[in-house]
């Protein structure tokens, strides 16, 4: 089978551009910004209380958003992350990059790719609940409204980034 | 400033936040981000897409806002800015910057990487899923210092840097194109990315002037011009800017409510159907006044107070779904407390019209079609005793109510809408 290789990426320039448009947008018509983890973090919840119902209540972090006759998943997010979904495949999928494959760097093989993806993500479940949002919710909708908390985020970001990089540049290089 | 209903709009219909993700994940899947190898080179700067796509958005959506806001067609302070928590925005960045590098994701874009097929992005998304349970289940532990570690409630960048809100707006703009700058020449000395090939000195020489001409033009404008038409200020000026939008919304006679209504409010009623809906009832007026009589359950406060913390409280998350009435004598100081709760941003709130004058004018005196009078805040009605709420006129009895409504002995429009559960969203990823 032969495939056309995928469309090139925008330039980022015009991706941050249209990337800004869509976010004025969602706060012109919604008043709130954009956000994913909040989202994964309320799917996440609901099938906590589904199993354990009791436990949610009696946690104040949890029972918060999914106490009592609280429906974790009655929140705008939990569709914009839907939606995310949706636009991220219809987009691959025309652009010809919607198949099954691992991206990794050149040194690192498949299953430590998924291990180390795994780990990560763990790492920034945890780090994004704490920062009551993560690079979408806290510092590029928060960043855009000038919220002081998400341009200290958002530098704390890059820095951990920045702090980690080379040490572990066998991951990527 | 233009007299126009302010955004924003606080739509909330799913398929409209359906539709606003699957804009934001097609432009993360066409800007690069579901490859992790794109998302880690800004870490090693041989291509820095993250950080233009990132900052290029931040300014876009910021010049807009502050379009829309400088024209008076947007209230910046009622969008949902995330509250400033300083510790655990620190260490969580730090500790999510450590989860970008090893990982290779960050939640959103990951969601675009496992949708469209790739392996690495769906084990990024289920340990997402594991750090969100595993922070659930340990946050109880550490909740004082979430909650109250460097809690700053919703502050600004112009705020803490006490400078105008253009200048900070400005300050962005040149600090974006500063990191751009920067990240070229770290692409090219760090991450050994080839120069790309230009054109000739002298062909670049015209654009180049005419950009940073552009840019000495949009950087003064932003400085001279651009005020959030509500964005920072005292309530009192926030209350003059807003003015336009206020004055019309009394003018279009959804904020004064007959006595008749307010009457049904009190018996849980919306529109004469029994609702359930939290009611508070303010008055606005000298304590000697409140003391003779007034409404069951009506707390006290001032146009001092709601002009500062108590105002602020008003229009903060305890109360969104509250129906404020606002009362004073002969309601004058009722719409100047009513355009306070306004600029705060507090919404569901009413004027009763007429006041406690035309209260009892009505239910006491029977005087079914009495109007408001300005009768310069003085309480018309003499009582043999300060009886405060246990006056039987307090709150008339549902009968009462009823009779008047069933024989039309007095006409009056249903202002007060039906309060929906809370329809703004909490801010981000919150």
């Given amino acids: 089978m032969t495939r056309k290789a995928p469309a090139p990426y925008w330039n980022p320039t015009v991706g941050g551009v ?123 909708s928060g960043g855009a409204v000038l919220a002081v908390g998400s341009w200290v985020f958002m530098l704390a970001v890059f820095a951990g980034g920045y702090a980690v990089a080379w040490p572990l540049r066998r991951l990527w290089k | 400033m233009l007299p126009l209903a302010l955004a924003p709009f606080g739509l909330s219909s799913p398929w409209l936040f359906l539709a606003i993700g699957a804009a934001f994940g097609a432009v993360l899947e066409r800007s690069g981000f579901g490859d992790s190898r794109r998302l880690a080179a800004q870490f090693y700067f041989t291509e820095t897409r993250v950080l233009r796509v990132m900052f290029t958005a931040i300014v876009t959506c910021l010049l807009l806002l502050t379009a829309a806001s400088t024209l008076g067609v947007l209230d910046f302070r009622a969008l949902a800015i995330p509250p400033t928590y300083l510790s655990s925005a620190l260490l969580g960045g730090l500790l999510l910057g450590v989860g970008f590098v090893v990982g290779g994701y960050c939640p959103g874009t990951s969601i675009v990487s496992a949708a469209t097929g790739k392996v690495d992005g769906m084990f990024f998304l ?70 790309a090939p230009r054109g000739g000195r002298a062909a670049a020489r015209g654009p180049r002037a005419l950009r940073a001409g552009a840019l000495a033009a949009l950087l003064v404008a932003l400085v001279g011009l651009a005020r959030p038409a509500t964005g920072a200020g005292s309530a009192a000026a926030r209350v003059e800017l807003l003015a336009p939008t206020l004055d019309a919304e009394l003018a279009a006679g959804t904020v004064r409510t007959d006595p008749l209504e307010v009457l049904g409010l009190l018996h849980h009623r919306i529109g004469g159907a029994p609702a359930r809906f939290r009611l508070v009832v303010l008055d606005v007026r000298p304590e000697a006044d409140f003391n003779r009589f007034h409404l069951l359950d009506a707390e006290r406060t001032t146009l001092d107070a709601l002009r500062g913390e108590a105002g602020r409280a008003l229009a903060g ?17 009722a719409v100047e407390a009513w355009r306070l709760l306004r600029a705060h941003g507090a919404r569901h709130a009413y004027v009763l019209d007429g006041g406690v004058n035309l209260w009892l004018d009505v239910f006491r005196d029977g005087r079914t079609d009495a109007r408001a ?49 809370a329809a703004k969203a909490s801010g981000g990823c919150g």
Wanted: glycine share 14%; proline share 5%.
């Fill in chain 2, 317 to 333: 998350p305890a109360y969104t779904t509250a129906v404020k009435v606002l009362v004073s004598n002969d309601g004058r100081d």
């Fill in chain 1, 18 to 140: 249209v990337l800004g448009v869509v976010l004025f947008l969602a706060y012109l018509l919604t008043g709130s910004g954009l956000g994913a983890s909040g989202g994964i973090a309320r799917g996440v919840l609901a099938v906590e209380k589904a199993v354990a119902p009791d436990h949610v209540d009696r946690s104040a972090v949890l029972s918060a958003w999914g106490g009592g006759t609280r429906d974790p998943l009655d929140h705008p997010l939990v569709w914009g992350v839907m939606g995310v979904a949706l636009g991220g495949f219809v987009s691959g999928r025309l652009a010809g990059r919607a198949r099954i494959e691992t991206y990794s760097g050149p040194r690192v093989g498949r299953r430590t790719r998924w291990v180390l993806a795994l780990a990560g993500g763990a790492v920034m479940g945890f780090a994004a609940r704490l920062a009551r949002g993560c690079t979408s919710g806290q510092a590029l």
């Fill in chain 2, 373 to 421: 009078t300005d009768d310069g805040e003085r309480l018309r009605h003499a009582f043999p005793s300060a009886l405060g709420a246990r006056h039987p006129f307090a709150r008339p009895p549902l009968a009462l109510l009823e009779r008047l409504l069933a024989t039309k002995a007095r006409s009056s429009p249903c202002v007060v809408r039906p309060v929906t559960k």
């Fill in chain 2, 126 to 195: 289920g340990g997402v899923a594991v750090g969100v349970f595993a922070f659930g289940e340990t946050a109880d532990g550490f909740r004082t210092f979430w909650d109250r570690s460097g809690a700053m409630g919703v502050v600004t960048l112009p705020d803490v840097l006490r400078l105008p809100f253009g200048a900070v707006v400005a300050g962005v703009v040149l600090m974006a194109l500063g990191m751009f700058a920067l990240a070229s020449v770290l692409e090219r000395r760090i991450g050994r990315v080839p120069v």
